[in-house]
T-cell receptor, first 115, second 111 residues
Framework: DTGVSQDPRHKITKRGQNVTFRCDPISEHNRLYWYRQTLGQGPEFLTYFQNEAQLEKSRLLSDRFSAERPKGSFSTLEIQRTEQGDSAMYLC?????????????FGQGTRLTVV | GQQVMQIPQYQHVQEGEDFTTYCNSSTTLSNIQWYKQRPGGHPVFLIQLVKSGEVKKQKRLTFQFGEAKKNSSLHITATQTTDVGTYFCAGGTDSWGKLQFGAGTQVVVTP
């Protein structure tokens, strides 16, 4: 168990619906990342938080995606008006503070299926 | 933008054989990390390389970082069935720790 927990593990939704995923990082980690992984590909960076501040957002992330980390602890990723192309595994990872190149601890992921 | 390429995409290995997977970045990296993902699982950290020309070993796994810090390799000797999974390299270029992953090498081991 890596200590990063994600909820739900699986989500099936109809196209056009909104979905929200939650990530609880390891408690002393101030850095939190969201990645998306499709079949046969490596994880793709979506966005990064340092404490509660969202410092970077991938250009791949459309306006339908929004992420928050209101108190610098857990984070949520919301997808509005889901499309079939949003079907993927959404991975959250966390890292401890201020150590360049330390390992990222990944959660089990949320597998989204848009039908 | 930065791209990380990995080859081969698939690797079928007979148990006991050796194999190598290669990773190449279009830009110079500050560090490279390797992760293993079992079928149905999530990426799990294996190792990090930071220095030019660095070589690190973990039992049967040998990791290498190129002199120019743009390529890396993972060599596994005497493959076992427990080595099954997808191996990803991930390059880091900034101080925020964002990682650029390759597409991975999926390893299948035949007993």
């Amino acid at each position: 168990d890596t200590g990063v927990s994600q909820d739900p593990r699986h989500k099936i939704t109809k196209r056009g619906q909104n979905v929200t995923f939650r990530c609880d990082p390891i408690s002393e980690h101030n850095r939190l990342y969201w990645y998306r992984q499709t079949l046969g590909q490596g994880p793709e960076f979506l966005t990064y938080f340092q404490n509660e501040a969202q410092l970077e957002k991938s250009r791949l992330l459309s306006d339908r995606f929004s992420a928050e980390r209101p108190k610098g602890s857990f984070s949520t990723l919301e997808i509005q008006r889901t499309e079939q192309g949003d079907s993927a595994m959404y991975l959250c990872a966390s890292r401890p503070k201020d150590r360049l190149g330390t390992e990222a601890f990944f959660g089990q992921g949320t597998r989204l299926t848009v039908v | 933008g930065q791209q990380v390429m990995q080859i081969p995409q698939y690797q079928h290995v007979q148990e006991g054989e050796d194999f190598t997977t290669y990773c190449n970045s279009s830009t110079t990296l500050s560090n490279i990390q390797w992760y293993k993902q079992r079928p149905g699982g999530h990426p799990v950290f294996l190792i990090q390389l930071v220095k030019s020309g660095e070589v690190k070993k973990q039992k049967r796994l040998t990791f290498q970082f190129g002199e120019a810090k743009k390529n890396s390799s993972l060599h596994i000797t005497a493959t076992q069935t427990t080595d099954v999974g997808t191996y990803f390299c991930a390059g880091g270029t900034d101080s925020w720790g964002k990682l650029q992953f390759g597409a991975g090498t999926q390893v299948v081991v035949t007993p």
